[in-house]
C-alpha cells in the first residue's frame, strides 16, 4: 500500500511529530511505501521525497510584516496545492494521512485529495477544528471555551487566545471562519482519528459530522526496559502557565528532600527559575537517548496540566520504561492513567490534591511500587503498543480503500 502522510513538520517537534514519524517507520517495517508531504526546513529528516515539500515560513515565529504578506496563503495556500497534485501524479498513493496541516499547508489541500479519490484520514492531535488557538485556552492560559458556547471566533481576538499575541490570534480566527464557510474538513475527511475519548466528546458537542471517526490511543517505538530508580520526579514539556507548572512547584515545597526535574522550555521558565525552592532543577530541552534516561530513573513523570490535554505521548512512553504518571484529572490524561495501578491523579489546580498525591505516592511500599512499574509496562504492551495500534490503522485504511473500491463499481 502506498500511504501519503502529512505533516507540516518532517523532525522531532512535538507530541504530533513523534506519533507522525513513528507511524511513518512502522508502515515501512510492515512493507508499505510512505510518502512524506511536509514543509522545507534545515531541521528536516532525509526524504527521497523532499523535492515536492513545501516553502513556507514559520509565521508564528514571524515579524508583522511577513505575517500581513502571508496571510492569503495562510488562509488558502495555492503552492501547497499544486506540490501536492504533483506527488499524486507522480506517485499515485491509496490513501492519505493527515496529521498537522494548519498554519503551512491549510485546507486548500483537501480538495486536491477528493478530486483524486484518495481517501483522507486525519488524526486530531489537538481542538483546532474547533478552537481557533487549539488548546481551549484563553491568553492567560486558563481554559476558555467561549467561541464555541457563543458560536463566535472573535473571542479568540479577544481575549488574545494565542500565548497573548494579538495577530496570531487574528489569523487563526480567520482561518476558522475560512473553514466554516467555505473549506469544512467534515466534508472531506472520510474518517477522523481521536487520540482519547474526551477529545471525540468535545467534537462531537460541536458536529455529528465528527462521528466519522475512531479511537486510537498513541503508541511508542521505545522497547520496554527498566532501570535503577533515582530519588526524584520528572516534567517534561512546555513550561507556560496552561501545563500547571505553578502548582507543581508550589506543591515542591513541602518535600524538600525530593527533587523535581523539569525538562523543557517556555515563557515562564525565567520567572520560575527565581521564584523555585531549592529542589527544583530546570534541566533545559532534552530528547532522544538522554531524555529517555531521566524517565527511566524518574520515580514518577508528573503531569500537573490546566489545559484540555488530548493524548499525552508522554504517558506512554513513560509506561514503556516501567515509570508510573502522576496526572491531572483534565481532558484526556485520566483515560491514560489507571488509577493506583498505573499511577495517580489529582484534581487540576489543586495545590493541595497534589501534595497528598505525591505524599502517599513516595509512601508506597517496595512490593507496591514494584507492583505499579509492572503495571506500567503491561499498559504500555496492551494498550500502548505498536503492534495494536498498526493493526486498527491497517483496519482503517482497508475499510475507506474498501468503500471506495464500492462506490466505484
Not at 500511504?3 to 511513518?24: D, H, P, R, S, W
Not at 500565548?163 to 490570534?169: A, D, K, R, T, V
Request: charged content about 25%; proline content about 4%; some cysteine.
Amino acid at each position: 500500500m502506498k500511504v501519503l502522510q502529512i505533516n507540516k513538520y518532517f523532525y522531532l517537534k512535538g507530541g504530533a511529530e513523534t506519533v507522525f514519524l513513528n507511524t511513518i517507520k512502522l508502515l515501512e517495517e510492515h512493507g508499505h511505501t510512505v510518502i512524506p508531504f511536509c514543509l522545507k526546513s534545515k531541521k528536516n529528516l532525509k526524504s527521497d521525497y523532499e523535492s515536492y515539500f513545501v516553502d513556507y515560513p514559520e509565521l508564528s515565529e514571524s515579524g508583522w510584516l511577513t505575517k500581513i504578506k502571508h496571510t492569503p496563503s495562510f488562509l488558502y495556500n495555492k503552492k501547497a496545492a499544486r506540490q501536492l497534485e504533483k506527488v499524486i501524479v507522480a506517485e499515485k498513493p491509496d490513501i492519505a494521512h493527515i496529521h498537522l496541516m494548519f498554519n503551512s499547508f491549510s485546507a486548500s489541500i483537501l480538495p486536491v485529495l477528493k478530486k483524486y479519490r484518495i481517501p483522507i484520514v486525519m488524526t486530531l492531535h489537538d481542538y483546532r477544528l474547533i478552537c481557533p488557538a487549539y488548546s481551549f485556552t484563553d491568553g492567560k492560559g486558563m481554559v476558555c471555551e467561549r467561541c464555541i458556547e457563543k458560536k463566535n471566533f472573535l473571542y479568540c481576538i479577544k481575549n488574545r487566545c494565542y500565548n497573548g499575541n494579538l495577530m496570531n490570534s487574528l489569523l487563526l480566527t480567520l482561518d476558522s471562519y475560512v473553514r466554516k464557510y467555505f473549506i469544512s474538513p467534515i466534508d472531506y475527511v472520510d474518517e477522523f482519528i481521536f487520540v482519547s475519548s474526551f477529545s471525540q466528546k468535545k467534537h462531537l458537542e460541536v458536529s455529528k459530522g465528527y462521528g466519522k471517526s475512531s479511537i486510537l490511543y498513541n503508541f511508542t517505538n521505545i522497547d520496554s526496559e527498566t532501570s535503577s530508580k533515582e530519588k526524584y520526579i520528572l516534567f517534561l514539556g512546555r513550561i507556560s502557565e496552561e501545563k500547571g507548572i505553578p502548582t507543581l512547584i508550589k506543591a515542591m515545597e513541602a518535600f524538600p528532600g525530593l527533587t523535581l526535574n523539569i525538562a523543557g522550555t517556555g515563557p515562564l521558565i525565567e520567572k520560575l527559575k527565581v521564584s523555585s525552592s531549592a529542589n527544583v532543577r530546570f534541566i533545559g530541552f532534552k530528547s532522544g537517548s538522554e531524555l529517555k534516561e531521566y524517565i527511566k530513573k524518574a520515580l514518577f513523570v508528573i503531569l500537573p496540566s490546566g489545559c484540555y490535554e488530548n493524548g499525552p505521548m508522554v504517558i506512554p512512553e513513560s509506561y514503556t520504561l516501567g515509570t508510573p504518571v502522576i496526572g491531572s484529572r483534565i481532558g484526556g490524561i485520566p483515560e491514560y492513567i489507571e488509577e493506583d495501578k498505573t499511577g495517580f491523579l489529582f484534581d487540576s489546580g489543586s495545590v493541595e490534591q497534589l501534595r497528598e498525591v505525591i505524599e502517599y505516592a513516595l509512601r508506597l511500599p517496595p512490593e507496591s511500587y514494584e507492583a505499579m512499574r509492572k503495571n506500567a509496562l503491561s499498559s504500555a504492551e496492551k494498550t500502548f503498543s505498536k503492534e495494536r495500534y498498526y493493526e486498527s490503522l491497517l483496519s482503517l485504511y482497508n475499510k475507506l480503500l474498501q468503500n471506495k473500491k464500492q462506490s466505484e463499481e
